[in-house]
């Protein structure tokens, strides 16, 4: 039984292109759940979906940043027009929604840009 | 005031020592409670979950404490292997998102 996916697991854009970050989660998992690492920081929470509905969108910046997770196929996470400030870890993990546990978090995406 | 503070370190301690990382949560409707750890350049990965009585797994013992809001980790019996960063993490309040605190860093050496 496969973890969560995320590819790829580097990405290298020039500024002003644009950024996709894939996020399959685990199976049966219909929650998905984005995060940023800046360099020596935590952790911090940027997107919560469901199978076609954004839940909660507090964490994303106002701009240049969006997400979805289509009734089938990954949860996106797009960046257009990246700066170098965007140069990070990009995080995602699943869940079912249900249950007082812990989630399992994909291997990331090393965003640089350059 | 950030929701989730933890000590950032290092603890630099040496094998065998017993080391212990604390956390506080601001948000008192939290309902669940972790510890994460985290190796260089790779995901969180849970390490245990912390319950109000109290948990143990093999050399670690997590505490939970919501009248203060307060979370601790103890590591007995160091290994170099335990070197990592620990992650405190809360979740509730809302949409089941977890919090992270920062991390504290521990290096354990030989």
């Known amino acids: 039984n496969a973890g969560v996916m995320q590819n790829p697991r580097h990405l290298v854009r020039r500024r002003g292109q644009e950024a996709r970050l894939r996020c399959s989660p685990m199976?049966?998992?219909?929650?998905v759940y984005w995060y940023r690492q800046l360099p020596e920081e935590g952790l911090k929470f940027m997107v919560y979906?469901?199978?076609?509905?954004?839940?909660?969108e507090s964490g994303m910046p106002k701009e240049r940043f969006s997400a979805e997770f289509p009734k089938e196929g990954p949860s996106i996470l797009r960046i257009q027009q990246v700066v170098r400030g965007d140069s990070a870890a990009y995080f995602c993990?699943?869940?079912?929604?249900?249950?007082?546990?812990?989630?399992?978090f994909g291997s990331g995406t090393r965003l640089t840009v350059v | 005031r950030k929701e989730v503070e933890q000590d950032p370190g290092p603890f630099n301690v040496p094998e065998g020592a017993t080391v212990a990382f604390n956390c506080t949560y601001s948000?008192?409707?939290?309902?669940?409670f972790f510890w994460y750890r985290q190796d260089c350049r790779k995901e969180p990965k849970l390490l245990m979950s912390?319950?109000?009585s109290g948990n143990e797994d093999g050399r670690f013992t997590a505490q939970l404490n919501r009248a203060s809001q307060y979370i601790s980790l103890l590591i007995r019996d160091s290994k170099l292997s335990d070197s990592a960063t620990y992650l405190c993490?809360?979740?509730?309040?809302?949409?089941?998102?977890?919090?992270f605190g920062a991390g504290t860093r521990l290096a354990v050496h030989p």
């Open positions: 912390v319950y109000s």
């Open positions: 993990a699943s869940s079912t929604g249900a249950g007082d546990y812990g989630y399992t």
């Open positions: 948000n008192s409707a939290s309902q669940s």
């Open positions: 199976k049966g998992h219909s929650h």
């Open positions: 993490v809360v979740k509730g309040g809302g949409y089941n998102k977890l919090i």
């Open positions: 979906l469901q199978k076609e509905n954004i839940i909660d």
